[in-house]
Structures are given as structure tokens and as C-alpha cells.
């Protein structure tokens, strides 16, 4: 045992929570996304952590820690960089600690060696609080169906029982052997315990290299490297050798942008799209192939023992013969079986997700698909009430972020965010160059963006009144906003009955959102209604309907006035109309009324809006309409100038006697009782 390995002393009762005084969180596994989890947790000294595992002590991969083997990833994919650069346990501060910064920074190079990145990792496990090593979690349980969850642990002979919140599933993934070798296991070392083996397969004869990625070529580059190697046969079911794919491009795939886009695809897509792109985190880096190959072009003339590489040919048998192992294989491409004869097989066959037994008991309280697999939402819930979490064993629900090490600190921030109630941590949403799934607004893009007015209100005049739009301050509307939206008659924003943190919660939402805007309208400083603009090309809309360049849109809320004035209701609209036309950038306007609100449409109609279609939307078919923008605007524009837009219009124009519009679905955020829920605009039909 190292000194990094000293196992937690037995924690005592006040550190394992109560059913009375829950932990807030506790963290079943400590790999690097549990790990980062307990260093983002360490300066939040009002959230009670714990993080168990059932090992001696931190150690990453310890049989592929070659000496020059390097992350795969920069060095600001640490624990903590992504979510806090300012943090005491980023792999700078380490470097410094070390008095290794300096060589770092002479060799010029973002990727640390994998040693390196392990030693930086038991430096921070050293110094996070809250971690326990040598408890192996048993069972958990939820004896009242609701409230804290009991953790049960094994721990230096002793069974003990812990409390808390909310649940974090941090266990990874475990060494995946395939059956076929199931009969030779006696001569089968998988890759991830190779140095551990190492001396042993360099004396042996013949040894079989199964697999295509990373880990396979570093095993086979290693053998073929050592003076006297043994035999080698590299074969793969891989159709190739591939390289990993890692341009600029293709990386920003491991994006909350992408991330958006995969999750809204049916789950067979998501399955086929995963299976389709191994490259993208399952191959070969350039220089270890390039590495491979001068190795073998060094000793392709020296007496040294036979190599085959082999592709696109998969194992189909094994078994033991006369003291040696015989593997049947069979050509994915024309077909041919072929039997050889080794000694050892190292099996670089990749990991699987680690059994989750110990979360039998409340396997119905957590949210699954139906393969039984944990099924995480859009921020790694995993239960209906939100207070399970899960850090990996989420790439059928996640792609490529769940197994990224630069994600980790993301997730985590995500996760602090729901157990506290606050963003201890920003984070970015929209980060990539590219689009997903959609065409953005092209060079005609509205842009009525909110901050672009601050607290200055633009004045239009409609039908010989006069309206004051301001953008919406969350904080300074919120009794304003939530008076108007949790009342029954305010059904269609979908905000019925919504705490005052949830209301607030929406319209911070809104305010980071690109393409969404929300204004209070006002006449004489009276506010009288609600008015948002979006981007429909950003909106569930743009899936079922085809969104042009230039397209706008917005909701109307008119609200209940103590003395109504006729006709207020059509001249609000024609003052938001007036609004959205002050942007050149706005070329037509979409409303999408639910088919059944007639009143809503009459007014559309009036307004001059053309019926064109139908669509399905969460929660309402839709009657899409739009009106396209006028050829010439008069003397009414705002006075503050040209404005420039944000989206499509829904029926939220009402008037007096009816004074909410339809709000064209907006979808309810996941878990809306947590008062930090944050929804993104693709998840929310406004």
C-alpha cells in the first residue's frame, strides 16, 4: 500500500448524516468525474459531502501508465479547470506544488503524460474532504419512499448506514472480456493490468493482441518494441486501424450544443449514431501509429520474431490445445475462418459500465429505459424527484460528453447546482462554431437582443397610442412576472402554480438563452402585458416546420386590467408587430396558435396573418401562420431606432375578456420542483 493509500479512518455518525440531518450529497465511487465532483464540493463549506469507495486509494489505469504514454486530452481537461480555473486543485496548481511547472511549461506541449495525470489526481484525493476510501457501498434504500436515501456501506469489518439527499452514481467502468475467450481466461490478460504482466508475456513465445483503440496499439508498440519480443499477432474486428479522430471540428461534438441536439433524437438514432462513430474517442492517436510504424520498418530487415496486423476479422472461438491456446477467427469481409496457435492473448477489448447491484432496491424509484439501463435527464438525473445523479454510464443518453473527461467538471457544476440551489459554478451552454441538426438564421438573423436596450425603454405608437417596451429584470419583475403567470387563467404559459424561485428561474433562463428575449409592455407606466421574442430556428417549431432565414417570432401575454380598455389587446399587437419590423433583419413573422383557440387566430387574422399549416408541437397541434414584413414602414418604428428581432410568435395576444393567449406549449422543464431547474430553449415550445 502507498502512502496515497492509507484508507479513511470509519467516519463518525455526525459525518454520515442522519434520517434527521441528511448529508447533502454523497458520491458512490471516486474515478476522476467522483473525484472532480469532491474538489468543485470542497470550498462549499455549507454542503455536506461524503464520497465513498470501495478501493485502497486513488490509481487511473495503473497498467497503462507507460512512460511516454500521454492524455488524450489537454491538460485543462483536469478535475476542476472547466467548471473553475481559480480552483487550488487544478493540474497547474499541482505542477507548482511539484516544482514541475516550469519543465512543463519548457515542453510545450497540452497533453500530460498519463503518469502524471494519476499522480495529480492521488495529490487531490489527498486533500478534498470528504472522501473515504475502503467503503464498499451494498445496498441502497428509501425507507420512506421519499426524503433522504440510506446508504448502506462495508467499511474495516463493519456494516454502517449512511444519509443524505441527494445520490451520486460515480462508479465507472470495468475491464470487458469477450465470451469467446471465456474458455482461455487462464491465458487472457486484459489491457487495462498489462504492466502488470508485462516481464511474464515478454518470455513467452507467441502473444495475440485482440482490439483496435488506443490501448491495443500501445500494448502491441510496446511488445514489438522490446529487445528479444516475442511473436506477435494484432488482429482486430476494426475494419481498419483507424486513427482517432480528433480535428477541431469533430471536438466539438463533446459540446452541451451537440449534447442538445443527440438527446432530442429518437433513441434508435442516438444507438446508430454512437455505433457509427468509434473513431471519435475509440481510435488511434497519429503519433502511436506513426510510433507503430517506424517500429516496424526499424526491424523489417533484423532477425527478430514474425508480426502480422490483421483487420476487419473477428474471433469467433477459443480453446486450449497441446499446452497453447487456439483462436478461431472469421474475415467480416470475404468470409474465410482461420485458426492460430499462441500463448497469452491480451484482450484490448475496451470497458463496460460497472454492475449497479447495490441500487436493486430501488431500481423502481430511478429513472430507466428499457434496457434496465439508468437513464439520465438532460442535467444526469436519474429519478423522477431529481435527487439522483449520475456522473458516467450515460453515453446512450449523453454520446461522446459522458465518457470526456473535459465534460466532468460541466456535469459536476450541474450537479452542485441542483443540490444547492444555486450555480456555485457558471457554465457555458452554446460554445460551438458549427450547428446541430438545424440551419441557423443566415445573414438576414434578427437580432433584437435584450441587452442591446439595457434598462432603456423603446417607445412605439399603435392605433394613436403609445407603448414603452423594456427588456425584463428577473429579479426586479419577479413579483410583477409571477403574479401575472401562476394564475389559473395564465394556463397556456405553463406556469400555473409555480413557486416565485421557479418563475425567476424561467426568465434567468430566458435572459442566457441566444434567440430569446422577454419586454414588459407598459402605456402611461402602467405594465399591461408580456411580450417574447425567440428565434424560431432555435425553437421545437424548426422540427416540424421548415423555418426561413429572417424569420421571427414572438408570445403575447395581455394581462387582466381593473379597468379594460377595448381594442387593447390588437394594439398591443400591432405595437409588437411595429417592434420586430424596426429590425431590417426581419423579413417574416410566425404565430402558431393551438387549432382549437379560435379567438387567438381571429386576432392573428386581423393582424394580418396568413394560416399556412398545421404542425404538432408538444402539447397542441398548431395552426403555423405568418405575415411577411410590409414594404414600407411609416413614422412608428421605436424611437430608440432599428431594433433587431429574436423569433416566432405564438398566440399569447389576448384581449381583456380573454387575457392569455395560448402559449404554444411550452414544455414543463424536467423535475420543475427543483428551484434551480434550467431548461435550454431546444427543450422549451414557446
Not at 516496424?296 to 508480426?307: I, K, N, Q
Not at 496457435?341 to 460497472?354: E, F, K, M, S
Not at 394560416?611 to 408541437?617: F, N, P, S
Not at 405564438?650 to 393567449?661: F, L, N
Amino acid at each position: 500500500m502507498t502512502p496515497h493509500e492509507t484508507p479513511s479512518p470509519t467516519a463518525c455518525p455526525a459525518d454520515r448524516g442522519t434520517p434527521e440531518l441528511p448529508l447533502d450529497l454523497l458520491c458512490v465511487g471516486v474515478g476522476p468525474f467522483g473525484l472532480g465532483l469532491a474538489c468543485l464540493t470542497d470550498p462549499l463549506r455549507d454542503v455536506r459531502a461524503a464520497f465513498l469507495d470501495a478501493a485502497d486509494g486513488f490509481d487511473w489505469h495503473p497498467g497503462l501508465l507507460f512512460e511516454d504514454a500521454t492524455l488524450q486530452v489537454p491538460f485543462l481537461a483536469d478535475l476542476v479547470t472547466m467548471a473553475d480555473p481559480t480552483s487550488r486543485f487544478s493540474f497547474l496548481q499541482w505542477l507548482k506544488e511539484t516544482d514541475e511547472l516550469y519543465p512543463f511549461y519548457v515542453r510545450e506541449s497540452f497533453y500530460p503524460l498519463r503518469r502524471d495525470y494519476n499522480a495529480y489526481c492521488r495529490w487531490a484525493a489527498e486533500r478534498a474532504r470528504g472522501i473515504h476510501w475502503g467503503h464498499r457501498v451494498t445496498e441502497v434504500t428509501r425507507p420512506a419512499g421519499e426524503g433522504p436515501w440510506c446508504v448502506t456501506a462495508a467499511a474495516h469489518g463493519e456494516s454502517r448506514s449512511w444519509w443524505t439527499r441527494h445520490l451520486v452514481v460515480g462508479t465507472g467502468t470495468v475491464p470487458a472480456v469477450p465470451p469467446q475467450l471465456e474458455a482461455v481466461s487462464g491465458d487472457t490478460v486484459h489491457a487495462g493490468d498489462y504492466l502488470g504482466h508485462r516481464e511474464d508475456l515478454l518470455r513467452r513465445r507467441h502473444v495475440t493482441v485482440v482490439g483496435s483503440g488506443q490501448s491495443a496499439a500501445e500494448v502491441f508498440l510496446d511488445l514489438v518494441s522490446a529487445p528479444d519480443a516475442p511473436a506477435v499477432d494484432w488482429i482486430t474486428r476494426s475494419p481498419r486501424f483507424y486513427p482517432m479522430e480528433y480535428s477541431k471540428l469533430s471536438l466539438e461534438l463533446t459540446s452541451p450544443d451537440y449534447l442538445d441536439h443527440f438527446r432530442a433524437l429518437p433513441e434508435a438514432d442516438r444507438e446508430r449514431l454512437n455505433a457509427s462513430q468509434p473513431q471519435l474517442h475509440r481510435g488511434i492517436s497519429d503519433d502511436t501509429i506513426d510510433a507503430i510504424h517506424e517500429a516496424l520498418y526499424v526491424r523489417r530487415h533484423a532477425d527478430a520474431a514474425p508480426v502480422r496486423l490483421v483487420a476487419a476479422t473477428e474471433l469467433t472461438d477459443a480453446w486450449h490445445e497441446g499446452g497453447r491456446t487456439v483462436l478461431r477467427w472469421r474475415s467480416t469481409e470475404n468470409h474465410r475462418v482461420r485458426e492460430t496457435v499462441t500463448d497469452t492473448v491480451v484482450a484490448a477489448t475496451g470497458y463496460r459500465p460497472a454492475d449497479l447491484d447495490w441500487l436493486a432496491t430501488v431500481t423502481d424509484q430511478l429513472s430507466t429505459d428499457a434496457a434496465g439501463r439508468l437513464s439520465p435527464d438532460r442535467h444526469h438525473r436519474a429519478s423522477p424527484d431529481g435527487t439522483v445523479h449520475v456522473l458516467n454510464h450515460g453515453e446512450h443518453t449523453h454520446a461522446l460528453t459522458a465518457p470526456d473527461l473535459g465534460m466532468g467538471p460541466l456535469r459536476n457544476a450541474h450537479v452542485l447546482a441542483h443540490v444547492t440551489g444555486r450555480a456555485p459554478y457558471a457554465t457555458e451552454e452554446h460554445t460551438t462554431f458549427q450547428s446541430f441538426g438545424r440551419i441557423p438564421q443566415g445573414d438576414t438573423v434578427p437580432r433584437l437582443a435584450a441587452e442591446r436596450w439595457g434598462d432603456g425603454a423603446v417607445e412605439v405608437r399603435s392605433q394613436d397610442r403609445t407603448f414603452s417596451l423594456r427588456p425584463v429584470d428577473p429579479e426586479r419583475d419577479l413579483a410583477l412576472l409571477h403574479g401575472w403567470l401562476s394564475a389559473p387563467r395564465a394556463h397556456a404559459w405553463e406556469l400555473v402554480d409555480a413557486t416565485p424561485e421557479q418563475v425567476l428561474a424561467e426568465y434567468r433562463r430566458m435572459a442566457a438563452a441566444p434567440g430569446e428575449d422577454a419586454w414588459i409592455v407598459s402605456e402611461h407606466g402602467t405594465p399591461l402585458a408580456l411580450l417574447e421574442t425567440y428565434d424560431p430556428a432555435r425553437s421545437p417549431l424548426a422540427a416540424v416546420w421548415p423555418v426561413r432565414d429572417g424569420d421571427a417570432g414572438l408570445h403575447l401575454f395581455v394581462a387582466p386590467a381593473d379597468r379594460p380598455v377595448p381594442g387593447t389587446t390588437r394594439a398591443v399587437m400591432a405595437a409588437a408587430l411595429r417592434f420586430l419590423w424596426s429590425d431590417p433583419g426581419v423579413q417574416r413573422v410566425l404565430v402558431e396558435p393551438d387549432v382549437r383557440n379560435e379567438r387567438i387566430r381571429a386576432i392573428n387574422r386581423w393582424a394580418g396573418f396568413r394560416e399556412v399549416g398545421e404542425a404538432r408541437l408538444p402539447g397542441k397541434t398548431a395552426c403555423v401562420s405568418v405575415v411577411e414584413r410590409p414594404a414600407a414602414q411609416d413614422d412608428a418604428a421605436p424611437v430608440h431606432g432599428a431594433a433587431r428581432a429574436r423569433g416566432a410568435t405564438s398566440d399569447r395576444s389576448t384581449d381583456p375578456a380573454a387575457p392569455v393567449s395560448d402559449r404554444a406549449g411550452r414544455q414543463a422543464p424536467e423535475h420543475a420542483a427543483s428551484p434551480c431547474t434550467t431548461s435550454t430553449r431546444a427543450e422549451a415550445d414557446r
